[in-house]
T-cell receptor, first 113, second 116 residues
Framework: AQSVTQPDIHITVSEGASLELRCNYS??????LFWYVQSPGQGLQLLLKYFSGDTLVQGIKGFEAEFKRSQSSFNLRKPSVHWSDAAEYFCAVAHTGGFKTIFGAGTRLFVKA | NAGVTQTPKFRVLKTGQSMTLLCAQD?????MYWYRQDPGMGLRLIHY???????AKGEVPDGYNVSRLKKQNFLLGLESAAPSQTSVYFCASSYEGSGGAYNEQFFGPGTRLTVL
């Protein structure tokens, strides 16, 4: 069965430091991959997506992610974190079995001054 | 454009009561979804719709019903609320395009439901 794993429940980084959030998926074919961000009390907003082509994709707010087929990973990165990046981040895989997207459990990011 | 809106934002029910959550989108999207979000579990799909007049079950459909009489609206009903249905409910929509059904989803702000 398809699944998405985000190994880190929460991460704390200092403002200005780099960030990497991990995502691993289990899927038989080439997946459609997404990263979403959820600020407190809000719905999810798309950060970036990968369908095909260049395995390094750029998103909004200075985020990028790299698709590594050999590792079944789609990790999210940002070179310098801002306090406003504090939020919960969800990795997701589109399910070609029929109109379904599978979400990971999320990683909550805390940013310290 | 308002995007995806949800009504109400908060609701408290007693066990056994019924209610309907309304989702509306003004982006002319074909696909609409209802999710529930519980701590540590991400989002789980309740029901979804691939077009006006069509609905289908998702991962956790028991205790819920849906209807999509108009393309822009997707209603989620709880017939007899139970404490296990205490959750935050999100509606989302997505569109046809190069990714087809796998395009990104646009989310509403959520409805926080408490069942006592």
């Amino acid at each position: 069965a398809q699944s998405v794993t985000q190994p880190d429940i929460h991460i704390t980084v200092s403002e200005g430091a780099s960030l990497e959030l991990r995502c691993n998926y289990s899927y038989g074919a080439t997946p459609y991959l997404f990263w979403y961000v959820q600020s407190p009390g809000q719905g999810l907003q798309l950060l970036l997506k990968y369908f095909s082509g260049d395995t390094l994709v750029q998103g909004i707010k200075g985020f990028e992610a790299e698709f590594k087929r050999s590792q079944s990973s789609f990790n999210l990165r940002k070179p310098s974190v801002h306090w406003s990046d504090a939020a919960e981040y969800f990795c997701a895989v589109a399910h070609t079995g029929g109109f379904k997207t599978i979400f990971g459990a999320g990683t909550r990011l805390f940013v310290k001054a | 454009n308002a995007g995806v809106t949800q009504t109400p934002k908060f609701r408290v029910l007693k066990t056994g009561q019924s209610m309907t959550l309304l989702c509306a989108q003004d982006m002319n999207h074909e696909y609409m979804y209802w999710y529930r979000q519980d701590p540590g579990m991400g989002l789980r799909l309740i029901h979804y719709s691939v077009g006006e007049g069509t609905t289908a079950k998702g991962e956790v459909p028991d205790g819920y019903n849906v209807s999509r009489l108009k393309k822009q609206n997707f209603l989620l009903g709880l017939e007899s609320a139970a404490p296990s249905q205490t959750s935050v409910y999100f509606c989302a929509s997505s569109y046809e395009g190069s990714g087809g059904a796998y395009n990104e989803q646009f989310f509403g702000p959520g409805t926080r439901l408490t069942v006592l």
